[in-house]
């Protein structure tokens, strides 16, 4: 059996099926494998991970690859959300259709990383006895787990909820009912539900999961109560999956996704979609600000009349701190089968907004203020880590892989605090409002946000200063000399599946040579973007020191596109990796210009990018035959 691979994928969800897809439909000799840690295909979607209730936010028809839609065999209508065995389905059927089933090996664990002159050499651990390699109890081709494979290109596809920030509680030993962690709710909803001695089951959490736990707890009778914290950044907004903005009903997916609304978004990249006069207008202008706040308001007030949680004052606890255009993806659909709110309403549900402070024996949860209450069972969502699941060496190259990461060295540090610093001034000069956004404890955030620092029991992560992702175009190692890795699917927007395929097209380019520039720089003015003169950041740092050498422009460029995240939703996850809703466009249209390829997709010029809809899969279905066909006129 090779130890040896051309390509080796890690991660077996949405964004590793793409990019196994995409390499083998340019190259189908490829040697290409996928690694995964899961038992089943699917990754946030694989079978083991589906609890009850778990439903796509989207509706049918843009949860899916461009190449694949998704029809009523599937068990769902159009107009209806994807329940998680519909997803798991779908995925299972994706791959046999590719042939991609045979490549996988599940239950094996990528631990280490490590570079080599070319390529790279990663230790696997079988989480169950030598490589399982089936799907629902039917035998794949065994692939058995091997301690040390190599391969020459490395696609780290292993997504943002892969381990789950741990209860990190003070005095959680002396709770004697159950305490459940979101990552293991699948495994344990059942029981806590099922459970007639558990009367009242306590939620710790303000975001879409949380929501999820209380209408599932509640919908099977139990009394909750819903804890969000007082001094952390609140609930997120929920909005049905169709809103009315004035007289207008509108697919709240698709308004993000239709150019004329992306404009209302500052974009540090959005020249790319040849608007970028129009933006300028909007966001740096007095009344153009004053435009785009009024658009904002709208949006929020239309998303929260719409769900009457102002109207009543036990639901108005549920409302979000601030307007929806600093959350990000946060913004979460209501894909419940009755309203939620009903139960909130009805007093079955009771909202605290408080600080926990610590768990006492036998079943309290106590809070800063001295309160308290008891409960059978504890549920919290406390997150996701962000960090890299693999041990990647040496440390000393993590600045220059752009991984979040507590190992650098001062110089690297140095570096990128200048260039962030730059970044910063020049984010505020376009876009002045970002200057003023609200401000977030992120540090504390980066530990567990729903949770108060002083009701953490192991205080020592508070020390870790941990960077966050910096990759060009939220994909490639902004100092790494070598190409031979990247990092798929580090990144929040709603368009995940067409994401996940146009990144792997670029991946593929940027492999193999094959991504051409000049590239279009988000700077301005704009910095020479060159990638083949990419040199490690101590370099880079002594050659801006002695030499008063020019700052690299990938650096810079990497500089920008996230430190712009950091201020544009610092309600969502922009200080660790890119989260964008209105900016995804824009972010698509980049892409598909380092390719080379038409980023004006709808036929008739500007007319048609003004007044031609939303985009959809349909919009950038057959890229892959595209960018062959150019590259055979070159
Ligand atoms: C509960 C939940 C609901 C969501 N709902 C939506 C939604 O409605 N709409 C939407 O657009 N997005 C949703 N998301 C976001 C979701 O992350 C994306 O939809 C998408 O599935 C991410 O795909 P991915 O391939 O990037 O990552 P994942 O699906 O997370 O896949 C990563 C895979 O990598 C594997 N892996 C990780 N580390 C290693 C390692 N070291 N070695 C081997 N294998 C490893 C994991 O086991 C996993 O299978 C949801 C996320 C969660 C957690």
Excluded at 223 to 236: F, L
Excluded at 388 to 407: M, N, Q, V
Excluded at 428 to 448: C, I, N, W, Y
Aim: charged content about 25%; glycine content about 8%; hydrophobic content about 40%.
């Amino acid at each position: 059996m090779d130890s040896h691979y051309d390509v080796v994928i890690v991660g077996a969800g949405l964004q590793g099926h793409a990019t196994a897809r995409v390499f083998l439909q340019m190259a189908p000799d490829l040697n290409v494998v996928i690694l995964d840690s899961s038992e089943t295909i699917g990754g946030v979607w694989a079978k083991e991970k589906l609890y009850p209730g778990l439903a796509t936010n989207n509706l049918r028809g843009t949860f899916e690859y461009t190449d694949f839609p998704m029809d009523d065999s599937f068990g769902v209508k159009e107009a209806e959300h994807l329940p998680g065995e519909s997803i798991y389905e779908y995925f299972c059927r994706y791959a046999e259709k590719h042939v991609l089933t045979r490549r996988i090996q599940f239950s094996t664990k990528v631990t280490v990383a490590e570079k080599l002159q070319e390529g790279w050499k990663l230790e696997l651990e079988s989480i169950r006895g030598n490589g399982h390699t089936t799907v629902d109890g039917k035998e794949i081709i065994p692939l058995p787990a091997q301690r040390t494979i190599t391969c020459a290109k490395l696609v780290i596809a292993t997504g943002l909820t892969s381990v789950q920030q741990p209860i990190n509680i003070k005095g959680s030993e002396n709770f004697q009912a159950p305490i459940v962690n979101f990552g293991d709710y699948p495994r344990e909803a059942e029981k806590i539900y099922e459970d007639e001695a558990i009367k009242n089951v306590t939620v710790i959490g303000g975001g879409k999961a949380a929501y999820d736990i209380v209408y599932l707890m509640a919908a099977h009778g139990k009394q909750v109560t819903w804890i969000i914290r007082a001094s952390g950044h609140g609930p997120t907004y929920m909005a049905p999956a169709y809103i009315y903005v004035g007289p207008f009903r509108c697919w709240l997916e698709k308004l993000a996704a239709t150019r004329i609304f992306t404009f209302f978004s500052p974009c540090i990249w959005g020249d790319a979609d040849g608007f970028g006069y129009v933006r300028n207008l909007l966001h740096g202008t007095k009344w153009g600000r004053w435009i785009v706040d009024i658009f904002w308001w709208k949006l929020g007030s239309d998303l929260i009349d719409q769900t009457h949680i102002a109207k009543h004052p036990e639901t108005k606890k549920l409302m979000p701190d601030q307007p929806p255009f600093w959350y990000g993806v946060s913004l979460a659909i209501l894909n419940y089968p009755t309203d939620i709110y009903e139960f909130v309403r009805g007093g079955q549900v009771k909202v605290l907004r408080k600080d926990v402070k610590c768990l006492e024996s036998p079943k309290t949860i106590r809070f800063e203020d001295g309160g308290s209450v008891e409960s059978d069972a504890l549920v919290c969502s406390m997150g996701w880590k962000f960090e890299p699941t693999i041990d990647f060496r040496p440390k000393e190259i993590h600045a220059d892989l752009g991984i979040p990461s507590a190992d650098f060295s001062h110089a690297q540090k140095e570096l990128w605090d200048r260039l962030d610093a730059r970044a910063d001034l020049e984010t505020f000069e376009r876009f002045p409002k970002l200057a003023t956004g609200p401000k977030v404890d992120h540090d504390s955030l980066m530990v567990q946000q729903n949770l108060p620092n002083s009701a953490l029991a192991d205080k020592t992560a508070l020390r870790k200063e941990v960077s966050p992702w910096r990759l060009w175009r939220g994909i490639a190692p902004p100092s790494l000399p070598t190409r031979d890795i990247v990092f798929l699917g580090m990144f929040s927007l709603f368009q995940g599946a067409v994401r996940s395929e146009i990144s792997s097209i670029w991946a593929y380019a940027y492999f193999y040579g094959k991504l051409k520039g000049p590239f279009t720089s988000v700077s301005k003015p704009s910095v020479a973007l060159n990638l083949d003169q990419r040199v490690p950041a101590e370099e880079q740092l002594q050659a801006m020191q002695k030499e008063k050498g020019e700052v690299n422009g990938i650096m810079y460029d990497t500089a920008l596109f996230n430190r712009f995240g950091k201020w544009r939703t610092p309600y969502g996850f922009g200080s660790r990796h890119p989260d964008v809703v209105f900016e995804g466009i824009a972010y698509f249209d980049l892409l598909l210009q380092d390719l080379g390829l038409n980023s004006w997709r709808k036929g008739w010029g500007w007319m048609g990018e003004i007044f031609g809809g939303s985009y959809d899969q349909a919009d950038y279905r057959g890229l892959v035959e595209e960018w062959r066909r150019s590259q055979k006129k070159v």
